[in-house]
């Protein structure tokens, strides 16, 4: 009996049912390793009696997306998978996945011709939500500290009409993490109350805190910030025409007719494409404004499939060296709708067709 249980304990079937990583007693279908040298995780979650998805990540970057899935099936304890693709499309190399409670190896399915490898091959050890956790408050504090890096380098390096706009996004920074992150994480359910202890005593630490799912978010969202920093407006041009982004999925395109008006069309994807919207409007000339190196442009733009309280919105414009501010005010809000246009967006050149 004890020869058969050390036999189960080190399948990959006793590891998908024992809930390697999990948030208390009850078994999740899911496991996690990593690759400390690499900086890689490894997630095999059980889809269905035999089907598994395996995901890994790269984290060399604090905060990085970088991300490739694969989907494929377990049979005697091997998992053998390829990288998931849309229909009709080549699935690539094919893959294995074996070991024991500790440890998972990646390795190439045998017979292939010519297999490819998109950085998943190596060995993953195990490690605990614990362990995980702790990894994840690691990134995002390194993300952190390369974000306050880069506003100190870019108020140093930026031109000098671009000099204050660090400042300015600092002080905007709070704000724009709240809303992303009420799109990108929702807090997992609290735990039931013990017993011996039926109401919270108040000094626990919340339960985001406690979830490495929290940080890693928080790490994501604030790599968005660093990299926004990091790159210079490259200004070519002083007048309204160009396209602007703001890092976190915002986009503004503009160009100026001959008599002085603007045609803005303003578009977004939050975190997520359910949070996504669109707005598109012309500014008359005459709210055309320019004193010194800023110009300024304002109108009410009507936001298209929205309930009629909704539909109006004034869009103030703002535009100085590399960057453009956009300001938003609605008489109501959409309901259930997460997404935003205010920001700083930085500028680049309208794109030449051919």
Request: glycine share 10%; with cysteine.
């Amino acid at each position: 009996m004890q020869t058969h249980l050390q036999s189960l304990q080190g399948s990959v079937l006793a590891l998908l049912l024992a809930a390697v990583c999990v948030h208390g007693a009850e078994p999740l279908t899911t496991a996690c390793y990593y690759d400390e040298e690499g900086m890689r995780y490894l997630t095999l979650r059980q889809t269905s009696a035999t089907g598994v998805e395996v995901t890994t990540r790269w984290a060399s970057e604090p905060g990085s997306t970088g991300v490739w899935t694969g989907q494929g099936n377990r049979k005697d304890n091997v998992i053998t998978f390829a990288a998931v693709v849309d229909e009709g499309q080549d699935r690539g190399s094919y893959f294995i996945a074996k070991g024991g409670e500790s440890k998972m190896e990646v390795l190439f399915k045998p017979g292939q011709k010519m297999p490819q490898d998109p950085g998943i091959l190596g060995s993953y050890r195990r490690v605990s939500e614990e362990k995980r956790l702790q990894l994840a408050r690691k990134e995002a504090q390194a993300a952190e500290e390369r974000l306050s890096t880069a506003l100190k380098e870019a108020a140093h390096n930026w031109p000098g009409v671009d000099k204050t706009v660090p400042a300015d996004w600092k002080a905007r920074w709070p704000a724009l993490l709240g809303r992303w992150m009420k799109i990108a994480y929702q807090t997992p359910e609290p735990a039931k109350a013990r017993p011996a202890q039926p109401f919270p005593s108040g000094k626990e630490t919340p339960a985001a805190e406690k979830d490495s799912q929290y940080w890693l978010k928080l790490a994501q969202a604030t790599a968005a910030a660093y990299g926004f920093l990091q790159q210079e407006a490259v200004l070519k041009s002083s007048s309204w025409d160009g396209e602007y982004d703001d890092g976190f999925g915002g986009h503004v395109s503009i160009r100026q007719a001959k008599d002085g008006k603007l045609r803005v069309n303003l578009s977004c994807t939050r975190v997520i494409e359910g949070q996504g919207a669109d707005l598109a409007g012309q500014v008359p000339a005459e709210a055309v404004k320019k004193s010194g190196e800023e110009s300024t442009a304002q109108a009410v733009f009507s936001e298209a499939d929205v309930p009629d309280n909704a539909k109006d919105v004034n869009v103030t414009l703002r535009r100085k060296g590399g960057f453009l501010w956009v300001e938003i005010r609605r008489k109501a809000s959409p309901p259930g709708s997460l997404s935003w246009f205010d920001g700083i967006y930085r500028w680049s050149a309208v794109p030449v067709d051919g």
